[in-house]
């Protein structure tokens, strides 16, 4: 009996961007406010068309072997049949709002 991989595809914001990314070994982290993602998967590669936001994902994550992704970061977490293509999309174009974050301290 074969066993069949799990795939999930995990949305988040980074910089202002969101990122949509596969991978296949999802958990809650020891550090306490995060997730880890392992295992990145990225979609096969055409030689006809070259996707830039796919090369901008692959070389950011080329010699990642472990993420930690904050809780307030992610927007979604999907368990999926199959891997799609990452995507990085400017947050600023869709109708996604972030979490609002407390304002920094002040010195006085």
Known sequence: MSEERQV??????NNGEVMEVYASQIYQSELYGFIEVEAFMFGERSGVVVDPAQEKLQSLFADVTRSFIPLHAVIRIDEVNTPGTGKITDSKASNITPFPYPPAPTKK
């Open 8 to 13: 999930y595809r995990v949305i988040f914001h």
